[in-house]
């Protein structure tokens, strides 16, 4: 599998995933699709990529072995992930770093469940509320019912109202608590506004 550490190598790797999207499964390593896929990516920053290889798993979350601890290899920062036979990306966090007892080089990950989506949030400027950010970001997002958005640090404000499209609606919703923070990112939980 492949892997990068980041916020902003996440934007870009799952936008490659929404271009690709629904392509299916990876079934010939010489495919036009896997080629467009290396392109694209060697594109974001080919220095972030690394080679992973998945040893166990779970629902909530992978063992990754990898080839060295590096400096940015720290508990709490987020992970995009793809498979070598499919052509999307996913996301999760670094809970644990270590070797194990045979010296290899582990992460263990936490990982989001669903695919991930990119969608432009327009954060209000009324009601009292200033945002910490520019009023227009990117952000990640997974599903309606799952609630939550992944936006840049420095961007949540307990009550702040943003609006995004998602799967084609418009959503209205107010930041009610920030879940997780990591080194670039902030997980947060909205609700709808009535």
């Known amino acids: 599998m492949r892997g990068a550490l980041g ?4 934007l870009d790797l799952v936008e ?11 079934t010939d390593p010489h495919s036009e699709l896997l080629n467009r896929l290396w392109q694209l990516e060697e594109k974001v920053d080919k220095h972030r990529l690394e080679d992973w290889i998945q040893v166990d798993g779970s629902d909530e979350g992978l063992g990754i ?11 709490g920062s987020l992970v995009s992930m793809r498979y070598a036979d499919e052509p999307g990306w996913h ?4 809970r644990r770093v270590g070797i194990d007892k045979d010296g290899n ?6 990982t989001f469940p669903g695919s991930p989506k990119i969608v432009q949030v ?6 009292g509320q200033s945002a910490k950010a520019e009023s227009e970001t990117k952000a990640i997002a997974f599903d309606a019912n799952n609630h939550q958005l992944l936006l840049p640090s420095g961007t949540y404000a307990e009550g702040l109202k943003i609006s995004f499209a998602l799967d084609s609606i418009q959503h ?18 909205y609700s709808d506004l009535e």
């Open 7 to 10: 916020f902003n190598p996440a």
């Open 16 to 26: 490659i995933s929404e271009q690709t999207h629904g392509e299916g499964p990876i």
């Open 65 to 75: 072995s990898i080839p060295m601890i590096q400096s940015r290899h720290v508990a």
């Open 91 to 94: 996301l999760g966090i670094i």
């Open 105 to 110: 080089p582990r992460l263990g990950l936490r």
């Open 122 to 127: 327009h954060m209000s400027e009324n009601d």
């Open 172 to 189: 209205q919703v107010s930041l009610i608590r920030l879940i997780e923070g990591g080194p670039d990112f902030e997980l947060v939980e």
